[in-house]
């Protein structure tokens, strides 16, 4: 079974706004929290993680919120721009394990 | 620094056969890891290796196998063939627990 719940399933936001995308766990042994971000034919790459000491965390039009107590964290992507179109996917993973858990993922589209 | 590497970047095989896919990570990680990545189940975690020892492994048959050599490359093998092994099989690195994991390009797999 999915051990990380992503919604929504895909969006469409127009340039200049705001992409918010939602991922829930059970698991309360995951305590790192990657983003990924993947585009056609390429493998999914790095975009921005939170442990859970931080609530909140932001590189450059990217952040993540985390809520601890309600096993919930996102992502916002503020000024969305055309090049931010792609697939984005929460992951999760434990103390010392390579394992992640990843979400299903949403696929973002930026309308120019 | 070169990336993590991942040969063939396309496969076509019929259902029965065999085949292995080959990862170099990035130099110095020790830590190699493996994805099935499909429409419909989405990111799946196969197995990861550090230091040629498998130290955690996926929901997956035993069709699925791996090996990682001392100079961390890494191979994934199936055998038997079934059509729904078809996805892209991606492999990522890292040098530690907890660390980012760098993602290749991923080899698509197509099983007729």
């Known amino acids: 079974q999915q051990q990380v719940k992503q919604s929504p399933q895909s969006l469409i936001v127009q340039k200049g706004g705001i992409s918010i995308i939602n991922c829930a766990y059970e698991?309360?042994?995951?305590?790192?929290f990657p983003w990924y971000q993947q585009f056609p034919g390429k493998g999914p790459a790095l975009l921005i993680a939170?442990?859970?000491?931080?609530s909140e965390k932001k590189e450059g039009r990217f952040t993540i919120s985390f809520n601890k107590s309600a096993k919930q964290f996102s992502l916002h992507i503020m000024d969305s721009q055309p090049g931010d179109s792609a697939t984005y996917f929460c992951a999760a993973s434990e103390s010392n394990d390579y394992k992640l858990s990843f979400g299903a993922g949403t696929t973002v589209t930026v309308r120019a | 620094k070169a990336g993590v590497t991942q040969t063939p970047r396309y496969l076509i095989k019929t259902r029965g056969q065999q085949v292995t896919l080959s990862c170099s990570p990035i130099?110095?990680?020790?830590?190699v890891s493996w994805y099935q990545q499909t429409p419909g189940q989405g990111l799946q975690f196969l197995f990861e290796?550090?230091?040629?020892?498998?130290?955690n492994k996926g929901n997956f048959p035993g069709r699925f196998s791996g090996r990682q050599f001392s100079n961390s490359r890494s191979e994934m093998n199936v055998s038997t063939l079934e059509l729904g092994d078809s996805a892209l099989y991606l492999c990522?690195?890292?040098?530690?627990?907890?660390?980012?994991?760098?993602f290749g390009p991923g080899t698509r797999l197509l099983v007729l």
């Open positions: 698991n309360t042994a995951f305590d790192y």
């Open positions: 990522a690195s890292s040098p530690g627990p907890m660390e980012t994991q760098y």
């Open positions: 130099s110095g990680h020790r830590s």
């Open positions: 290796y550090f230091s040629e020892t498998q130290r």
């Open positions: 939170i442990r859970p000491d931080v």
